[in-house]
């Protein structure tokens, strides 16, 4: 079956980086975009960006140009995004999921915390 | 940006009843091209990714229950569950994905009057 595993917790000061995996199986890792939509506690959801794992073509909003970055490793069947000059309003659980006509399969989250 | 907006901001409706929640983006989302509507919905739980619903504004995704649909063209949409149960107590999403960034709207919570 489809599955995307995200990696575990972290906790970052802030101006800190940080790097979250998101490994696939169950279908062609090229064959469909990735989006990376994040959470804050109690808060709705936000997206983030996209990436064709085939061309690693990416797309950003707006709000997060400069500081934040989707990779893969195609080897790998594996997406990456990477946020950088963490604040504390960057603290959120951060879902990566695969698009075909809207998000049809999620991550579980990975709690990014920045703290002090 | 396209600006998704939804009412009410939640809503508390009897077992069995029908809830409804609005959707409306600031431009149209229907592509010429295809004549597609490109909007989804989502129902997430406490503590779980959400999960989709509907996309293309009507087609319900694999394994969603019939008393789920969705409907709407252009800039107005609407996620119907015509006999609300239990398990339907969450919080619902809609989204464009008709241009980048593909914004949510800010969503409705559903819970059992």
């Known amino acids: 079956q489809v599955q995307l595993v995200q990696s575990g917790a972290e906790v970052k000061k802030p101006g800190a980086s940080v790097k979250v995996s998101c490994k696939t199986s169950?279908?062609?890792?090229?064959?469909?975009?990735i989006n990376w939509v994040r959470q804050a506690t109690g808060q709705g959801l936000e997206w983030m960006g996209w990436?064709?794992?085939?061309?690693?073509?990416?797309g950003y909003a707006q709000k997060f140009q400069g500081r934040f970055t989707i990779t893969r490793d195609t080897s790998i069947s594996t997406a990456y995004m990477e946020l950088s000059s963490l604040r504390s309003e960057d603290t959120a659980v951060y879902y990566c999921?695969?698009?075909?006509?809207?998000?049809?399969?999620w991550g579980k989250g990975t709690t990014v915390t920045v703290s002090s | 940006d396209i600006v998704m907006t939804q009412s009410p901001d939640s809503l508390a409706v009897s077992l069995g009843e029908r809830a409804t929640i609005n959707c409306k983006s600031s431009?149209?989302?229907?592509?010429?091209?295809?004549?597609?509507?490109?909007l989804a919905w989502y129902q997430q739980k406490p503590g779980q990714p959400p999960n989709l619903l509907i996309y293309?504004?009507?087609t319900r995704e694999s394994g969603v229950p019939g008393r789920f649909s969705g409907s709407g063209s252009g800039t107005d949409f609407t996620l119907t569950i015509s006999s609300l149960q239990a398990e339907d107590v969450a919080v619902y999403y809609c989204?464009?994905?008709?241009?980048?960034?593909?914004?949510f709207g800010p969503g409705t919570k559903v819970d059992i009057k």
């Open positions: 989204q464009q994905y008709y241009n980048s960034p593909f914004t």
């Open positions: 293309w504004a009507s």
């Open positions: 169950g279908y062609t890792f090229t064959n469909y975009d």
């Open positions: 999921a695969r698009y075909i006509a809207g998000l049809d399969v």
């Open positions: 990436m064709n794992p085939n061309s690693g073509n990416t």
């Open positions: 431009q149209s989302v229907l592509h010429s091209s295809n004549n597609k509507n490109y």
